[in-house]
């Protein structure tokens, strides 16, 4: 998974937008599931924000971005009346970012692969082309447990691969974002409210928000379980040694999906877990 450390994760398409591209007015609102430490702009590192911010800059489309606490959610998508996508394991609704708001085709959307291919759809040529390029995305993960967090099903889409590679791919890393959460980079003015939801969604796995934490033996074990569960990924990335992504050279949205991910790690695990991970798949 060559390409996507820390640095290389932000700065892989950040080309200067066409003045065609400038002049569209391309609004996104995303959050890391938290509002992170200032400044939001190293420290953020939710990935399906991520995803949408890598397919924005492959498309090379203008756009600002608005940054949402976790415990105002609930209230900007039902304003903004974007319906959740998500549901828990008891039903309820599973309020979620990004959301981009498109003023120039009056459009509003709240998951991370149909803003993906709505961008797609509606600038095609734009910026680098195509998003969802064919290609074998031969990736599968089933978890040995529930996740904590659900998941995007795997809905009608135009590019079926690619919406099954997302939902593997999510479900691998969510199944060991408990090694993570105990580094995030919170807000302090929201950190209490946000710790809180965190066990919330967590019940009745989780009571408090210590018991995220993950230490000794049971570490050890979800770091080991964490980098083999990427060496299947780390195969496909070796395919085609002509550039860092799944195509060589070409970038395409599954990339973004993978390295949006990565971008979370990198940022929330203790530098030498990184390390240790990355070493494994680079």
Known sequence: MHGFTRSQAQVTYCSTPSAAAAARNVRAHHVLRHRPAPPA????????PWKTRFALNFKALAHTTKWVALPDIVNLRTTLQVAPTRKFADGSDFFTLPIIEDASTGTTLGDS????VYLQQTYPSAGDG????????????DPAEGLLVPLSAVRDSPYPAYATFNVHVDGAF??????TTVGFPFDPANEAATKAIFVDRARPYMTAW???????DDRARMLASFEATLAPLAVLYGRDAAGPFLLGARASYADFIVGAWLRMFDVTLPA????????EVK
């Open 210 to 216: 210590e018991d995220f934490a993950l230490r000794g």
């Open 41 to 48: 702009a190293k420290n953020c590192c939710s990935p399906n």
């Open 130 to 141: 195509d998003l969802f390029p064919d290609q074998p995305l031969d990736y599968a993960f």
């Open 113 to 116: 692969l149909d803003i993906a």
């Open 272 to 279: 030498e877990e990184w390390q240790q991970a990355y070493a």
């Open 174 to 179: 969510t199944a060991h974002t408990q090694l």
